[in-house]
Each structure stands twice: as C-alpha cells, then as structure tokens.
C-alpha cells in the first residue's frame, strides 16, 4: 500500500513538473513575442486590420491648340450583384422590375436579366456580373433601380469604378497623342505625347488610412487623407484641330483611290516648328480599304526618300559655286551609264540638253547625277560633308520614342561603293524620315533658318503656365541667302512649270518637289517592288505660313499612276487650299476696337448665366460656345468631357441639378 501510494506522489510530482515547465515555456513565448517578436506581430495585426490605400491622382488632358480636347480621363463603372445580401422577400417583389429596368438602360431582353438575377441566387453567387464600362450617369441610373436603391447590403449591387482615357476627336491624329497604358501581358507601354509628357500628366497619388469593418468591407480611420492627391498638369500641344481635320481626310481619301498600303501628312508652322497636323494611317488588312492610324510613320519610317533628296544637290552645288541654275546638260536620251549602271529618266527619251535648272523641275535623274557627279566625283566627301552639314546624318531629337535614324554612306562605311556618290544624287543609297525631310524644307523656306519640330506648345496648371516650349533653332543658317533665293525660285518652277504643273493655282503660289521613289529595287527574296510617291512643299510661296510633306506607300500601279506629282501632290493642294479658303483664322480682321452687338450680347449673356449660377448646381451652358462652357463648368470644379465641336447642343446633367466632386458632364458640341 505505501508502495502504491508513493509511485501515485512520483506520478502527481511528475505531472505537477511537466505543467511547470510547459508554464514555463509559455512565458518564455509570452515574454519573446512581447519584446523580442512583439513589434512585427503587432505590426501584422494592424496590417491585417488597417491599411493604406492609394487615392488615384486625376491625370492632365490634352488639349489642341485651339483649346479642343484630344485626350481625358472619364470614369467608368462595372456593376455586380451579390445574390446574397438581399432578403428573399425584397429579392421576388423587385425582380421582375429590376429586370424590366436593366433591359431598358443595356438593350437586352427582360428575360434576359430575369433569368441570370435567378440563376445567381440560387447558386448563392456573391459577384454576378450585370454590366462593364458604364458611364457616370449610367451609373447613377442603375443605382435608382428596384432592389439596387437599397444599396450594398441590402440591394446587393456591387460598384467597380476605374478611370480610361478617352480621345473625343476619335482616331483623328490618335498615334501622335499617344497611350500610357499597361496591357493583359502585363508591360507597360507608353507612346507619343501620352508618353512623353508622362511625367507631367500623371501627377502623384494620395494615400488615406483605412479600417477593415465586416464583409470585407474597409473605412476611413479620419476625415482627412494622409497625403493628399496632386493632379497633373495639361499638355498643350500645337495641334490644330481643324488642319488635321483636313490633312487626316485629304490623306485617306487619297489612299482610298489609290488603294495604297499607307501613308503619312505633317503640317508645320515655317516660323517657329510647331507641328499643327500629322496623319499617320495605313491599311487594316490587304484586302481592306480601311485605314487607321497604326504607327508613326513620319516620325520613325526611314526610307529612300528618291527625287526630294534633289534639293540637297542644288543646296551643295550652289555653295561650293560648282554649278549654277543656267549651267547646261545633255540629258543621254535618259539613259546615263555611270560604271556599267544605268541612271534613266521617268520621261522616256530624256529631255535633250537643258539647264540644271530645268532639270530641277523636271526632276531628270541624269542631269542632277551628272552635276554632282561632275562636281564632286574627285573629292565626294565633300559633298558628304554637305548633307551632315545640313543635318541630313542625324536624329531631330524629338520626345518620342522611335524615332527614325537617318543613314548617309560615308567612305569607307557600310554601303560606299564606286556609285554611292551619284546614287545619293537622286535620292537612292540614303535614308531619311518623312520629318526630318520636312524640316530641311522647312529651312529653305525660313530663308535659311532650320527649327526643331515641336508637337507642345505648353504646360499648364489651369491658367497657370507651368513650362513654355518656344522656337527651337536647329541652324540658324543653313547656307547662305544668295543659295537660298535660287532654291526658293527652284521650288516654285517645280509647280509653276515643272513635274507639279498639276499644282499650279494663279491665285494662290505654292512652292515645292515632287519625289517617286522604287522600293525593293534589289531584292533577291522575291519581294515585289513597289514605289513610294511624295511631295514637299510650302504655302503661300511669297510668303510662308506653312511647310507641309506627303508620303504614300505602294499605291496600285495597275492605275499606271503613281508618280508623286500624282498621287502626293493632290493632297497637298488640296490641304494648302482648304486652310487658305476656309481657316476662319486666316481672315483679315478690320476695325479691332469697334463693338459688335452679336459679340456684346454672346459677353453679356456668358457674364450672366457666370453671376447667376447657384453654388453646387449646373448650370444651362446650352448654345454657348464649347470652351466657354468648359471655362464656366471648370471653374465651378465640374469635370467636362466634350464630343464634337462648335457649341454646346446638349448636356447630360440637366440645368438646376446638384452635382458631387466626382460628377461628369458630358456636352455634345455641334
């Protein structure tokens, strides 16, 4: 018995031990998650329990120069229901109205939605999708609707809201004002003035200090964010809304006709670079005959530019003084062999002897070759030197990334042969941008001036100026002003008399070269050859306002015409006449300090509905003119998206109506 008694006090000594040591070890473990691993585990806790999250920043738009929006940020909305959250009572008396309301505002049958809205609350789903990309006042209708006016947790309606960006010009100019955006192979992709300027446009997030409640759902901790967003800033580009207008239709209706692959326009202001339009479009597919803007093609296609390259000739020839415009030359029947290659002239039999001068205008391939190889054949890094002197070896250094690299054969580089000097002659064995051609017309016709091509005129808080962008000189001199006026009268007797006759208006002088150039000439991987047409040029001739390029890429040559005098040149006429006949920018204004009543009245009631508007209320903006409406909304610190142009048709939230911080009006301008 004592026996038994003893082993009975070794057992409860033995337990009583084991319950110390396991106390022991908790308040060891106590003690370490207290002051060693406290801080990370209480860390954890409030993370799990209180987090941050980001406040979007409203990006910048971008405007035209002419105040036109070219690119805003809207919200959309995607709608789902938690099948759950309603109770079975309000669920069956509001379906069949829900649906009824769901199929007026999508356009699907009632059944439709009846059907879905009963399948997802049998299967108890939390997250039935009803509708993507819903505008804000979409939005605000479906949350009027039966059952969803009840709100999250008794309607069971789910809201998503994210911003796009939208362009309310449409496709018109879209490649140039580009995208930033982060697509489904989750890279990022930034192009054109979106890109660019990215750092201006998006501004900086805010941040504010949330609290997990039930449901998953989160609260703020305080009223106020813990950082505050910052918008970003609005780009003005240089963009003219209305010569893009029609620079974009004068190219695809060109493109149409000649059922070409693609092509490109840029219009630039002579004086200061600024870019106010640049049409970049090609085919959809082969067999298509639409068109949309696909890649930048004036900005980063380097080709063999053909016959435009004629003008750095004439320039080289006429500083070196080692020809002249009256100097004569025997054409060869169009056909000059150089080293066992045949130089030919599109004018079969050639042009018999003429002057250079003439042969400029005709654009004659043997006669240009023959000058420069004459001139230059002993010493043809001379001329090279020219064309680097000219800026024709090198980048313009725009802001866009992808620029095209121009290539100049040098001696002793890739692609210097024996011929390399009398191909550069006429446009063959180089490569160039369409704008970087642009822009060496563009000197000629600044009287020698070379500027950089700008596509933003500004950057701006409202109407605070944050950063200007002015003239940029790329050369202040390209030659000299004697070599200058010959070119000057050179590329006016292109249109006057020679290969752009076709062009000619008596009222109304224009100056500039046509170019035809034969692509995949040499080939061996049976790639057909085909042509690109071209015209450079600027208006009025006797004084510059504008410098303008056409390029159009495999035009059809089933229709035996496809010479750039033909299938360029109409564009350009017809962008160059447009602007002058119909630009209401354009017209003389007489009598500056005399009143108008029309003017006085359009003041005077812009004056009234500004004093009369009611605080947090819209006002009537309908029939006022867009940027005046936009300037009278903004203030109010309304957000605006504008369709169209002109005035104000129509607007999405009526006269009267209150409106939140994140509340958008939409005009219809007309």
């Known amino acids: 018995m004592a026996v038994e008694e003893k082993n009975i006090s070794y057992r409860i000594y033995l337990f009583a031990f084991g319950i110390f040591i396991i106390a022991m070890a908790i308040m060891v473990k106590l003690c370490n998650i207290q002051w060693v691993e406290g801080d990370h585990y209480r860390a954890l806790a409030k993370e799990r329990t209180v987090k941050n999250f980001v406040i979007p920043a409203n990006k910048g738009n971008v405007y035209s120069a002419d105040g036109s929006l070219l690119a805003t940020s809207i919200p959309n909305y995607d709608v789902r229901f938690d099948a759950v959250a309603p109770k079975q009572e309000d669920f069956r008396q509001n379906l069949s109205a829900l649906a009824d309301s769901l199929s007026v505002l999508l356009g699907r049958p009632a059944g439709y939605y009846y059907a879905g809205l009963t399948k997802a609350r049998n299967t108890k789903s939390r997250y039935y999708l009803i509708a993507k990309g819903l505008s804000y006042t979409e939005w605000v209708r479906i949350k009027s609707f039966p059952l969803f006016s009840k709100g999250a947790f008794k309607g069971g309606i789910i809201?998503?809201?994210?911003?796009?960006?939208?362009?309310?010009?449409?496709?018109?100019?879209?490649?140039?004002?580009?995208?930033?955006?982060?697509?489904?192979?989750?890279?990022?992709?930034?192009?054109?003035?979106?890109?660019?300027?990215?750092?201006?446009?998006?501004?900086?997030?805010?941040?504010?200090?949330?609290?997990?409640?039930?449901?998953?759902?989160?609260?703020?901790?305080?009223?106020?964010?813990?950082?505050?967003?910052?918008?970003?800033?609005?780009?003005?580009?240089?963009?003219?809304?209305?010569?893009?207008?029609?620079?974009?239709?004068?190219?695809?209706?060109?493109?149409?006709?000649y059922d070409a692959d693609h092509g490109c326009v840029v219009v630039m202001e002579t004086k200061t670079g600024y870019v106010k339009a640049i049409a970049n479009l090609g085919r959809n597919k082969k067999e298509d005959s639409t068109y949309?803007?696909?890649?930048?093609?004036?900005?980063?296609?380097?080709?063999?530019?053909?016959?435009?390259?004629?003008?750095?000739?004439?320039?080289?020839?006429?500083?070196?003084?080692?020809?002249?415009?009256?100097?004569?030359?025997?054409?060869?029947?169009?056909?000059?062999?150089i080293r066992g290659r045949h130089v030919r002239d599109s004018h079969e039999g050639g042009y018999g002897k003429i002057s250079l001068g003439r042969g400029f205008e005709v654009s004659s391939n043997t006669v240009l070759v023959q000058a420069v190889y004459n001139a230059y054949k002993d010493n043809p890094m001379q001329f090279v030197d020219h064309l680097d002197d000219f800026g024709l070896n090198k980048k313009l250094g725009l802001p866009f990334e992808g620029e095209g690299q121009p290539f100049i054969p040098h001696k002793g580089g890739r692609n210097w042969s024996a011929i390399a000097l009398p191909w550069m002659a006429f446009g063959y064995g180089v490569s160039i941008t369409p704008l970087q051609t642009l822009t060496f017309y563009n000197a000629v016709a600044n009287n020698g001036e070379m500027v950089k091509p700008q596509f933003v005129s500004e950057i701006r808080e409202w109407n605070k100026t944050i950063?200007?962008?002015?003239?940029?000189?790329?050369?202040?001199?390209?030659?000299?002003?004697?070599?200058?006026?010959?070119?000057?009268?050179?590329?006016?007797?292109?249109?006057?008399?020679?290969?752009?006759?076709?062009?000619?208006?008596?009222?109304?002088?224009?100056?500039?070269?046509?170019?035809?150039?034969?692509?995949?000439?040499?080939?061996?991987?049976?790639?057909?050859?085909?042509?690109?047409?071209?015209?450079?040029?600027?208006?009025?001739?006797?004084?510059?306002?504008?410098?303008?390029?056409?390029?159009?890429?495999?035009?059809?040559?089933?229709?035996?015409?496809?010479?750039?005098?033909?299938?360029?040149?109409?564009v350009f006429k017809r962008i160059a006449q447009k602007i002058f006949t119909d630009a209401p920018s354009t017209n003389e204004v007489k009598n500056l300090e005399k009143k108008t009543k029309k003017q006085e009245k359009n003041y005077n009631d812009y004056l009234t509905k500004v004093q009369n508007v009611k605080e947090k209320t819209i006002p009537d903006v309908k029939g006022m003119a867009g940027m005046d409406a936009v300037t009278l909304l903004g203030n109010l610190g309304v957000k605006v998206k504008v369709i169209g142009i002109g005035k104000v048709k129509k607007q999405s939230i009526q006269p009267g109506q209150r409106f939140g911080e994140n509340d958008v009006i939409t005009l219809e301008l007309s």
């Open 467 to 570: 950063k200007k962008f002015d003239k940029q000189v790329i050369n202040p001199k390209i030659c000299s002003d004697a070599t200058v006026k010959k070119l000057q009268a050179c590329l006016e007797n292109v249109v006057k008399k020679g290969t752009g006759r076709s062009l000619y208006s008596k009222n109304f002088p224009m100056a500039g070269k046509t170019g035809t150039a034969q692509a995949n000439y040499n080939r061996k991987d049976g790639t057909s050859k085909h042509y690109v047409s071209s015209f450079v040029g600027y208006f009025p001739a006797n004084d510059p306002k504008y410098t303008c390029i056409v390029v159009v890429h495999e035009p059809n040559t089933s229709k035996n015409n496809y010479y750039g005098a033909d299938v360029a040149g109409p």
């Open 292 to 337: 949309y803007e696909r890649v930048n093609y004036a900005v980063s296609e380097s080709h063999e530019p053909g016959s435009t390259y004629k003008l750095a000739d004439m320039m080289a020839l006429f500083e070196d003084k080692k020809a002249d415009t009256s100097d004569i030359y025997d054409s060869k029947g169009g056909d000059f062999i």
């Open 159 to 257: 809201t998503e809201q994210y911003t796009v960006r939208e362009h309310p010009i449409g496709m018109i100019a879209k490649r140039t004002i580009g995208y930033d955006e982060v697509r489904a192979d989750g890279k990022h992709y930034a192009k054109g003035i979106e890109g660019a300027y990215k750092k201006y446009l998006d501004g900086k997030d805010g941040r504010i200090l949330k609290q997990k409640i039930a449901k998953g759902q989160w609260k703020p901790i305080r009223d106020v964010n813990e950082v505050d967003p910052i918008d970003g800033y609005d780009i003005i580009s240089t963009i003219d809304v209305y010569i893009q207008d029609i620079a974009h239709h004068a190219l695809l209706k060109q493109l149409q006709e």
